[in-house]
């Protein structure tokens, strides 16, 4: 999945982001507010970091410009900022969340699993296609009760792919979401860990989950094409 993070602060984002990418996510980051509406506007993100005291653009100001523009992608405000005024000037330009600082990484964590899961109904904390689970907390994948063990790359692939089951993901698809704005990666890297996924959530069970869709893409829980 990945997070694009707004804050001027260069070490408080920089610290957030080494943390989540330990965390298997993609993570960008923009330090003024200016920057970060553009990259937001440009790219797809599953949720976007937000402060509130930014050069340029504030962060409410971003955000209800992300909102008219039709922009979607759940949001959580960052500020050292706590009063009740600053929480709904937050919410009610768009905000999905709130997070005062100093907060911990655990509670940061937490918080965007939650908007993770807001665009899907029904989801819990734990995905599901089939026989096969996602446990996006403890970072742990079984098939038909057996334990699969993902590097971190191919987990962030496989939670992408279960957070949008049926769907036709195209490798474009797949790289936007996992990993960075800087990474050097062609096509055929995506290739690459499918077959590495194939080899371990696939291939010692009877049922294939991922289909390749010719011409389009790969889909998780659907049919060959």
């Given amino acids: 999945m ?3 993070i707004i804050e001027d602060e260069h070490r408080l984002a920089q610290g957030i982001k080494e943390g989540l990418e330990q965390e298997a996510y993609a993570v960008d980051v923009e330090y003024d507010g200016e920057d970060g509406y553009n990259t937001a506007s440009a790219d797809e993100y599953d949720v976007i970091l937000l402060d509130v005291m930014l050069p340029g653009l504030n962060g409410y100001d971003v955000c209800k410009k992300l909102r008219a523009d039709g922009n979607h992608t759940p949001i959580l405000m960052l500020t050292a900022k706590d009063q009740e005024r ?3 000037a937050g919410l009610d330009g768009g905000a999905d969340d709130y997070l005062a600082k100093p907060f911990s990484f655990g509670v940061l964590l937490a918080r965007i699993r939650a908007l993770l899961r807001r665009p899907h109904t029904a989801l819990g904390e734990e995905l599901r296609v089939g026989d096969l689970t996602l446990d996006p907390a403890a970072k742990k994948v079984t098939r038909a009760g057996k334990d699969i063990k993902l590097s971190a790359k191919e987990f962030a692939i496989l939670e992408y792919m279960m957070r949008n089951p049926g769907r036709i993901l195209s490798k474009n698809n797949i790289m936007t979401h996992v990993w960075d704005f800087d990474a050097d990666i062609l096509p055929n890297t995506v290739e690459v860990f ?5 080899a371990k959530i696939d291939k010692p069970f009877k049922t294939p989950l991922i289909q390749t869709v010719r011409g389009f ?3 998780l829980g659907g049919s060959d094409e």
Avoid: W
């Fill in 217 to 219: 893409g790969y889909q």
């Fill in 2 to 4: 990945r997070i694009l």
């Fill in 194 to 198: 499918i077959t590495y996924l194939r």
């Fill in 86 to 88: 600053d929480i709904v």
